[in-house]
């Protein structure tokens, strides 16, 4: 099987990064990861995906200032060296330019802890209770300009429930992020899920 070879890009503890490592074990997953970028050198996803084998590498977006294109210049000088065909956001907290976004577009990935189009942006379970919403989730989609705005490609919804706090509503919907990252990378891995803009 000619296995897509995926990057994924991290800034904190990496679970749905783990859950992307785990998934692409099996035999007859259509992607691998070959890589784990972090734009925060003491990310602790880093030392857990070296734990799993996996190549890793940190560019401390700092030293950049307000460039934030020559750090992606960079990012994508990395994966390119690393043949990479797909990149998955998972945690990762830089937001992206026109140029990297133009550039990997199609091949771009994001996870929302969200029902997007409800609650983009920052601090979603606590909206999400403070909205009264009665059902919360997680959705991916292919990344576009604008933040949280591109094509879904897979999407779960949980119950929020009425003793919930903030911790057990981002709990429940974690497991669910966990299960449906791995899910929608096959199909986009597979070629059934295609960027079409304005979907
Ligand atoms: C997840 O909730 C994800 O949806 C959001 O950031 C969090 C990252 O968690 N984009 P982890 O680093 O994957 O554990």
């Not at 099987?1 to 990064?17: C, H, Q, Y």
């Not at 859950?19 to 692409?24: K, Q, S």
């Not at 210049?73 to 994966?79: F, K, N, R, S």
């Given at each position: 099987?000619?296995?897509?070879?995926?990057?994924?890009?991290?800034?904190?503890?990496?679970?749905?990064?783990m859950?992307?490592?785990?998934?692409?074990k099996a035999k007859d997953y259509p992607a691998e990861i070959v890589l784990v970028l972090s734009?925060?050198?003491?990310?602790?996803?880093?030392?857990?995906?070296?734990?799993?084998?996996?190549a890793t590498v940190a560019i401390d977006h700092r030293p950049f200032g307000e460039d934030r294109e020559a750090f992606e210049?960079?990012?994508?000088?990395?994966?390119r060296r690393h043949r990479v065909d797909l990149v998955c956001l998972a945690g990762f907290m830089r937001l992206l330019t026109s140029w990297f976004i133009g550039r990997w577009r199609g091949r771009l990935l994001n996870i929302h802890p969200a029902?997007?189009?409800?609650?983009?942006?920052?601090?979603?379970?606590?909206?999400?209770?403070?909205?009264?919403?009665?059902?919360?989730?997680?959705?991916?989609h292919f990344v576009v300009e604008e933040s949280d705005s591109g094509p879904i490609?897979?999407?779960e919804s949980v119950p929020v429930l009425d003793d919930d706090t903030e911790e057990t509503l981002a709990a429940r919907v974690l497991s669910i992020e966990h299960r449906i990252y791995p899910e929608a990378l096959r199909m986009v891995a597979e070629g059934h899920a295609r960027f079409a803009p304005g979907t």
């Open positions: 099987m000619n296995k897509k070879r995926v990057a994924v890009l991290i800034s904190g503890r990496g679970s749905n990064m859950a992307l490592i785990e998934a692409a734009n925060r050198p003491d990310a602790a996803g880093l030392t857990r995906a070296q734990d799993a084998g996996i210049h960079a990012l994508d000088d990395e994966l029902l997007l189009p409800q609650f983009k942006g920052l601090h979603t379970h606590r909206r999400a209770l403070e909205g009264g919403a009665k059902r919360h989730g997680a959705t991916v490609i897979r999407q």
